[in-house]
């Protein structure tokens, strides 16, 4: 137990840190930031967001919902960069930014900082509880925007990730899809597909597209085999056994002679070359990416169709999660309780849920809206399969993920620890799960060290013990 000096002192010395001044200069730039924006002149609600698309879906209930209530919507696009310095300059200077703002899954980790009292955007627990919504939407979706077991912001989606596959190949190969249950299994039936036959003596195919380098697949197989960043309360978990045995497992598909991966960049043209071409057999799809391969590859329509992750054990977790947003009030509206129905006319409606997947592939976290006919409708693209239904399928076995404000620092924590451990495993030969093992710990447990370094220096944890 700290005396009241002893945390003065404490206080003081932190406030004295280089750290400290960087944030100090930071916090007055963004207030400068701030004070520089246009004043607010139009009446209504102000609806900040980052993504154009979701503007167009939501205009048509937006003036819907004006015309009902006489209120207007002022809806604002800007760039997630842009956003970003907007809303901290405003949550850090206590100046009015907007009545409504959407936040993609990396920008919220640092409005989480500091006691929860201070967090900007207005907790919603008791409005959510009150009104059910707890049993409405899928429940894991609500986990990136809680903090200290509250929540900030209604979920916008649930981004599960199925694997995507080209069936063309598989099928013309004879092989049957239906036996594959665990990664295991999954090289084990399609090891065929990497046969030599051009003779110069490599794989003409790969079997799934991955790489230790990639932090957002990487983090989507350690959720999916039941690893984390952190735990419900926010303590860190990067150096858990667990990730460990993870991490070993899945460098070991990347490493020696029989590795069955391959890097392709699923945002460039010659990734998508390679793709089409079938560099690759096997993709990591969360439902968003649907959308993206029906509008940039069209030449892959009736090569591809989608079934639930390989399980890393027999039984295990056969889906997973990558991405979201989700949209909050900030406090300093003065109308929040106006702001509250238009949060709800937007996310709760089967119009903008309709929108989202016809336009994105997106299926909506609103339970109750998975009755609609149109997750059946069959994809030409998918090769006649009902899309919607097999995302929909696995939506409530997504994994959580607990909010930090330093999830984004432990993502790139570990990925750097997977960058480490898979270069000293290729120095030493190794290959196996069992030879990386060790390597995997010893750079885990230094990746949470130097988290745990940086959550030691925020003056607020423990304040209350």
């Given at each position: 137990?700290?005396?009241?000096?002893e945390?003065?002192g404490?206080?003081?010395?932190a406030?004295l840190?280089?750290?400290a001044?960087?944030?100090?200069l930071?916090?007055i730039?963004?207030g400068i930031?701030?004070?520089?924006?246009?004043?607010r002149?139009?009446?209504?609600?102000e609806v900040?967001?980052?993504?154009?698309?979701?503007?167009?879906?939501?205009?048509?209930?937006?003036?819907?919902?004006?015309?009902?209530?006489?209120?207007e919507?002022?809806?604002?696009?800007?760039?997630?960069?842009?956003?970003a310095?907007?809303?901290?300059?405003?949550?850090?200077?206590?100046?009015?930014?907007?009545?409504?703002?959407e936040?993609?899954?990396?920008m919220?980790?640092?409005?989480?900082?500091?006691?929860?009292?201070?967090?900007?955007?207005?907790?919603?627990?008791?409005?959510?509880e009150?009104?059910g919504?707890?049993g409405?939407?899928?429940?894991?979706?609500?986990?990136?925007?809680?903090?200290r077991?509250?929540?900030?912001?209604?979920?916008?989606d649930?981004?599960?990730?199925?694997?995507?596959?080209?069936?063309?190949?598989?099928?013309?190969?004879?092989i049957?899809m239906?036996?594959?249950?665990?990664w295991?299994d999954?090289?084990?039936?399609?090891r065929?597909?990497?046969?030599?036959?051009?003779?110069?003596?490599?794989?003409?195919?790969?079997?799934?597209?991955f790489?230790?380098?990639?932090?957002e697949?990487?983090?989507?197989?350690?959720?999916?085999?039941?690893?984390?960043?952190?735990?419900?309360d926010?303590v860190?978990?990067?150096?858990s056994?667990?990730?460990?045995?993870?991490?070993?497992?899945?460098?070991?598909?990347c490493?020696?002679d029989?590795?069955?991966?391959t890097?392709?960049?699923?945002?460039?043209?010659?990734?998508?070359?390679?793709?089409?071409?079938?560099?690759?057999?096997?993709?990591?799809?969360?439902?968003?990416?649907?959308?993206?391969?029906?509008?940039?590859?069209p030449?892959?329509?009736g090569?591809?169709?989608?079934?639930p992750?390989?399980?890393?054990?027999?039984?295990?977790?056969?889906?997973s999660?990558?991405?979201?947003?989700?949209?909050?009030?900030?406090k300093?509206?003065?109308?929040?309780?106006?702001?509250?129905?238009?949060?709800?006319?937007?996310?709760?409606s089967?119009d903008v849920?309709r929108?989202?997947?016809?336009?994105?592939?997106?299926?909506?976290?609103v339970?109750?809206?998975?009755d609609?006919?149109?997750?059946?409708?069959?994809?030409?693209f998918?090769?006649?399969?009902?899309?919607?239904?097999?995302?929909?399928?696995?939506?409530p076995?997504?994994?959580?993920?607990?909010?930090?404000?330093?999830y984004?620092?432990?993502?790139?924590?570990?990925q750097?620890?997977?960058?480490?451990?898979?270069?000293?495993?290729?120095?030493?030969?190794?290959?196996?799960?069992?030879?990386i093992?060790?390597?995997?710990?010893e750079?885990?447990?230094?990746?949470?060290?130097?988290?745990?370094?940086?959550?030691?220096?925020n003056?607020?944890?423990?304040e209350?013990?």
């Amino acid at each position: 137990m700290t005396t009241r000096h002893e945390r003065i002192g404490a206080l003081w010395t932190a406030a004295l840190s280089p750290g400290a001044w960087v944030i100090a200069l930071l916090a007055i730039g963004s207030g400068i930031a701030v004070l520089a924006m246009p004043v607010r002149d139009e009446p209504g609600l102000e609806v900040w967001i980052f993504a154009f698309e979701h503007g167009q879906m939501y205009e048509p209930v937006a003036d819907e919902w004006t015309a009902e209530t006489g209120t207007e919507v002022n809806v604002r696009v800007f760039g997630i960069p842009a956003l970003a310095r907007r809303v901290m300059g405003g949550f850090f200077s206590g100046i009015e930014t907007a009545d409504l703002i959407e936040c993609e899954r990396q920008m919220v980790g640092p409005m989480f900082a500091g006691p929860v009292e201070s967090v900007g955007f207005t907790d919603l627990t008791e409005r959510i509880e009150a009104e059910g919504l707890m049993g409405r939407i899928n429940a894991p979706s609500f986990t990136p925007w809680m903090s200290r077991g509250r929540v900030f912001g209604l979920p916008h989606d649930v981004h599960p990730v199925l694997l995507g596959y080209r069936s063309d190949i598989v099928e013309a190969a004879g092989i049957d899809m239906s036996e594959i249950e665990t990664w295991d299994d999954f090289q084990r039936v399609l090891r065929p597909l990497m046969a030599d036959t051009d003779g110069d003596g490599r794989p003409d195919r790969y079997l799934l597209s991955f790489w230790e380098n990639h932090l957002e697949n990487l983090e989507v197989l350690l959720l999916q085999g039941g690893g984390s960043m952190f735990d419900m309360d926010g303590v860190c978990t990067l150096g858990s056994e667990r990730n460990a045995e993870i991490l070993a497992e899945v460098l070991s598909w990347c490493m020696g002679d029989d590795r069955f991966c391959t890097e392709i960049n699923e945002w460039s043209n010659a990734g998508h070359m390679q793709t089409i071409e079938g560099y690759a057999i096997g993709y990591l799809m969360p439902d968003w990416m649907c959308g993206i391969w029906m509008r940039q590859m069209p030449q892959l329509e009736g090569t591809v169709k989608l079934m639930p992750l390989p399980a890393f054990e027999p039984g295990g977790r056969r889906t997973s999660v990558r991405g979201g947003s989700m949209m909050g009030i900030p406090k300093t509206t003065d109308q929040p309780d106006v702001a509250w129905e238009l949060i709800r006319e937007l996310y709760l409606s089967r119009d903008v849920a309709r929108e989202l997947y016809e336009s994105n592939g997106i299926i909506s976290p609103v339970t109750e809206l998975w009755d609609d006919p149109m997750y059946d409708e069959p994809s030409a693209f998918f090769s006649g399969q009902a899309v919607g239904r097999a995302y929909i399928g696995e939506a409530p076995n997504v994994p959580p993920r607990p909010a930090s404000p330093y999830y984004r620092s432990a993502q790139l924590r570990l990925q750097d620890a997977a960058v480490i451990t898979g270069e000293r495993a290729r120095a030493a030969g190794m290959s196996t799960p069992e030879e990386i093992l060790p390597l995997a710990r010893e750079a885990l447990a230094d990746a949470q060290a130097s988290i745990e370094r940086q959550m030691a220096r925020n003056v607020f944890i423990g304040e209350d013990e």
